[in-house]
Structures are given as structure tokens and as C-alpha cells.
């Protein structure tokens, strides 16, 4: 399948600070991203749909002014977690997808805000 | 977008083959059923999808019900490496939205 990169697989920032997790699709051109959350022993949840040279499109209940979405280049998708906090602590997944929608999956970031 | 049905969890002995269920009757024509399965602290791993014919390929199969309402992934030959939580979605646009899943133990 098609790779998808992110980086970077784990991050600590203190609280306050703003962090930028990328999401790379290697081997293919993606037009559309996707970002995801994950809590301890829960399931994803979407955030934000990310298309390029477009602004994104954010999930009910997700704050826009806390991620923010670059979706810069067919390749390449940023999210940046502004201002963050301890709650903001969590695992951060991007995917791209291709052809018939094959969404392929990042590795995920690890975002711990101390 | 149509949701899931998946059991909570499944065991397997290894070697056998590992039958997960979903329903997803409220699909609509243009979706397509995916399977993907997530490793503990790992990005999901695509499996397969199909929209009306039965699929397969180098790691699984996955039968739809001629009326679309339910699905199964079958993998022929599970290995304790198969060990993950299997996700069934529903979708047409690539916005994976994940349920509960269902956990796979597979055992010696």
C-alpha cells in the first residue's frame, strides 16, 4: 500500500507552547487528508478534513483556532496544536487516501503537553 | 454516514481462521465497506474494501451479504501477530469514521 509519513512519532512541550506535527504521503499526490485523535483505550476521532489550497473543513466540537490545518501541497498536510495544554495530550494520526479511497494511515504522533 | 455493528471482542486459536462480523444496514448504494486494524499505539493499517463483490487479497478476504447489510473479514490462517482491533467502516469520501471495533485475541 501507499505510505504515509508523520512526523514527529513523539513530541513533549510544555504548556503554552504551540507544536506542528506533519503528515507526508510519500508515493502519491493526495488532494485530501484527514486528521485524527485518539484517547487512551478509545477509538479515533475525526477532526478536520484537510484539502488542499482549501481551507479545512473541522468536525462538531473541535476548535479550529486550536488545530490548525495547512494542507500547502498535494504531499504534504500540517496540523499545529497552538497554545497547548495537558488535555491536549494525545495521539495525533493523519491519513491521505488514493484511488477508490484507500485511506493509508500515518504512524501517529504522541503529543504530551507538560 | 452509515454506521456499524461490530462485537466488542473475539478470541482465535492460531492457525485457524478468524471470522470478524459487522452490520452496517443503513448503508447507502455509493459506500464502500473497509476493514482496517490498529496494532496497540500504531497508525491503522489498512486491510481491504470492497463495495458489492466479495474481495481478497494477500492478507484477507471479506464477504459482503448480497444485500450489503453485513460484512465479514475472514483471515484464513491467524498468527498471534493478528492480535489488533479490527475496525469495519462504512464510507464514500475517505472520512473514516471509527466505532468501537472489535478486539482480536489470538491464542497459542
Known amino acids: 500500500g501507499a505510505v504515509v509519513s508523520q512526523h514527529p512519532s513523539r513530541v513533549i512541550c510544555k504548556s503554552g507552547t504551540s507544536v506542528k506535527i506533519e503528515c507526508r504521503s510519500l508515493?502519491?499526490?493526495?488532494?485530501?487528508m484527514f486528521w485524527y485523535r485518539q484517547f487512551p483505550k478509545k477509538s479515533l476521532m475525526l477532526m478536520a478534513t484537510?484539502?488542499?489550497?482549501?481551507?479545512?473543513?473541522?468536525e462538531q466540537g473541535v476548535e479550529k483556532d486550536k488545530f490548525l490545518i495547512n494542507h500547502a501541497s498535494l504531499t504534504l498536510s500540517t496540523l499545529t496544536v497552538t497554545s497547548a495544554h495537558p488535555e491536549d495530550s494525545s495521539f495525533y494520526i493523519c491519513?491521505?487516501?488514493?484511488?477508490?479511497?484507500?485511506?493509508?494511515f500515518g504512524q501517529g504522533t504522541r503529543l504530551t503537553v507538560v | 454516514d452509515a454506521k456499524t455493528t461490530q462485537p466488542t471482542s473475539m478470541d482465535c486459536a492460531e492457525g485457524r481462521a478468524a471470522n470478524l462480523p459487522c452490520n452496517h444496514s443503513?448503508?447507502?448504494?455509493?459506500?464502500?465497506v473497509y476493514w482496517y486494524r490498529q496494532i496497540h499505539s500504531q497508525g491503522p493499517q489498512y486491510i481491504i474494501h470492497?463495495?458489492?463483490n466479495n474481495e481478497t487479497n494477500e492478507m484477507a478476504s471479506l464477504i459482503i451479504t448480497e444485500d450489503r447489510k453485513s460484512s465479514t473479514l475472514i483471515l484464513p490462517h491467524a498468527t498471534l501477530r493478528d492480535t489488533a482491533v479490527y475496525y469495519c467502516?462504512?464510507?464514500?469520501?475517505?472520512?473514516?469514521?471509527f466505532g468501537a471495533g472489535t478486539r482480536l485475541t489470538v491464542k497459542p
Open positions: 443503513t448503508i447507502s448504494g455509493n459506500e464502500y
Open positions: 470492497g463495495l458489492k
Open positions: 484537510s484539502n488542499e489550497g482549501s481551507k479545512a473543513t473541522y
Open positions: 508515493d502519491f499526490q493526495a488532494t485530501t
Open positions: 467502516i462504512v464510507s464514500m469520501r475517505g472520512d473514516m469514521r
Open positions: 491519513s491521505a487516501g488514493q484511488g477508490t479511497f484507500e485511506a493509508f
